[in-house]
């Protein structure tokens, strides 16, 4: 099994962290062997355990799940879009490195995923392909920066760049819209603005008709099985179909460009899985855990494994290989 989405945390020293930015950039404080917190300025962010950033245990943990290999990228607060461009360059840099040598020791089980400076489209083009030839199998992308999304004429450039230059691209939502008092409790932010950040980066493409520009080799994967993409795609078309302030960027039906992307497969309900096969095609899911956060896929696999909604043929596709294809491991 090929797992996709899967995070990490290194050892960021409180002395990176301020170097950046003194109240935003992150930083890992380790409690004791079993507990570290991540950090913001003097703030806690949020509590972690230790394979985020100790391998060895990360692959102890995938012996017992049985997972072949995973393709570990940054904890999305990692990315410092609204920061100073040119010392967020230098970061992800140093970010990427770390990752590298997270994935040293078992160059057969880890794969990383680099992370670069989207608010400047050059520096950005400039590090993925400084950590492509470094070894990373690809990039992951917050789904937005600040009001840009996915359909601004920069990162549009940016995804051009990883296309010709066969970089494969996971957008993974981040910095949450409707985060004031409405979304306070619950983790709504996850389980409502989540699914809407992705959905409204792959729309953003569609309608925009940034696909139509796009060349078909750019290879694209949308976290959280795109969101609420799927579901509500028929909308999608519908508003097409009957306003022409909705077709008016965009020339084809909507649903007639989901052969552009893939998904990957963390939704969590057999039906929901079965749904998104059917609205993607199975070469175009690829198993995602979101490990090791308490909304991911606990028993990895398990959701495409167990079902028998999905078919022998359709089951090794997605678990294992659309993601040797898309990421071209060997
Ligand atoms: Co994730």
Known sequence: ????????????????????????????????????????????FRPVIPVLWDPELRVADMDRLGLDVQIISATPIMFGYALDASKVADWAARMNDLTLEY???????????????????ELACREASRAQAAGHVGVQIGNHVGDRDLDDEQLVAFLHHCAVNDIPVLVHPWDMMGGGQRMRKWMLPWLVAMPAETSLGILSLILSGAFERLPR??????????????????????????RDIVRQDCPNLPSSYVDRFSVDSAVFDPKALRLLVDVMGSERVMLGSDYPY?????????LVGDTDLLQAAEKQRILVDNAKTFFNLS
Do not use: S
């Not at 308490?294 to 398990?302: D, M, N, T, V």
């Open 217 to 242: 080799r750019l290879k694209l994967c949308f976290a959280h099985g795109g969101g609420a993409f799927a579901f509500t795609l028929g909308r999608a078309d519908n508003a097409w179909t009957y």
């Open 1 to 44: 099994m090929i797992d996709i989405h899967a995070h990490i945390f290194p050892r960021i020293t409180q002395a990176e962290a301020y170097a950046l930015d003194p109240h935003q950039a992150p930083w890992l404080k380790v409690v004791d062997p079993d507990r570290g917190m991540i950090m913001r300025g003097t703030q806690e």
């Open 103 to 121: 994935c040293a020791n078992h160059p057969g089980r880890l794969k990383a995923l680099a992370q670069v400076p989207l608010q400047d489209t």
């Open 294 to 302: 308490p909304l991911g896929e606990q028993r990895i696999g398990a």
